[in-house]
């Protein structure tokens, strides 16, 4: 089965900073690969998603990720954090006619 | 813009009651999932649906646990008997498609405490 690492539990950037929040995967087969975003209270939000194509995916809110093959990762990134992107960040993997799996989040601290 | 709606937003019962949460997952949608949030673990998978069927719900703990979907427009997640333990937030999802090759839109979940 699918699994999916994120080594980061929490991460503080200051606001207008880059940020990149990391994700490693574990899959056989081509992975289906997403990045949820979820502000307290509430559930999980898409940020973006790769099925194929163009490695680098843009998504929602300024956010892209990069898939690399070779290195099993997705990383999301940004390249100036507002202090509304506090939050947690999810990345997960699918598979075809499988479910999918979450890794453990990373929080993100914005520093004015 | 269509959206997956839980019921209640929080619960807040005695140990040894029941307990059932509702979700409604977006019209349209054949694959349901139902997790679970912690602190501790995290967010766990107890069970997903397609086309209404159970397709596994290993991640539950059998004995207490059961989810059912009695149409396309409800899904139940029943404890019985609650315990402290089972405190946590519970999210369903759902989606189009075979399950792990689409995204899953998330309800805002309930936040259960069992005192």
């Known amino acids: 089965a699918q699994s999916v690492t994120q080594p980061d539990i929490h991460i503080t950037v200051s606001e207008g900073a880059s940020l990149e929040l990391r994700c490693n995967y574990s899959?056989?087969?081509?992975?289906?690969l997403f990045w949820y975003v979820q502000s307290p209270g509430q559930g999980l939000q898409l940020l973006l998603k790769?099925?194929?194509?163009?490695?680098l995916v843009q998504g929602i809110k300024g956010f892209e990720a990069e898939f690399k093959r070779s290195q099993s990762s997705f990383n999301l990134r940004k390249p100036s954090v507002h202090w509304s992107d506090a939050a947690e960040y999810f990345c997960?993997?699918?598979?075809?006619?499988?479910?999918?799996?979450f890794g453990a989040g990373t929080r993100l601290t914005v520093k004015p | 813009d269509a959206r997956v709606t839980q019921t209640p937003r929080h619960k807040v019962t005695e140990m040894g009651q029941e307990v059932t949460m509702r979700c409604q997952p977006i019209?349209?949608?054949?694959?349901v999932f139902w997790y679970r949030q912690t602190m501790m673990q995290g967010l766990e998978l107890l069970a997903y649906?397609?086309?209404?069927?159970?397709?596994?719900d290993s991640g539950m703990p059998k004995d207490r646990f059961s989810a059912e979907m009695p149409d396309a427009t409800l899904a139940t997640l029943k404890i019985q008997p609650s315990e402290p333990r089972d405190s946590a937030v519970y999210f369903c999802?759902?989606?189009?498609?075979?399950?792990?090759?689409?995204?899953?839109?998330f309800g805002d979940g309930t936040r259960l405490s069992i005192l």
């Open positions: 899959y056989g087969a081509t992975p289906y």
């Open positions: 997960a993997v699918g598979a075809y006619n499988n479910d999918m799996r």
């Open positions: 649906f397609r086309n209404r069927a159970p397709l596994d």
């Open positions: 999802a759902s989606g189009p498609g075979t399950g792990g090759n689409q995204p899953q839109h």
């Open positions: 019209l349209g949608h054949n694959t």
């Open positions: 790769y099925f194929s194509g163009d490695t």
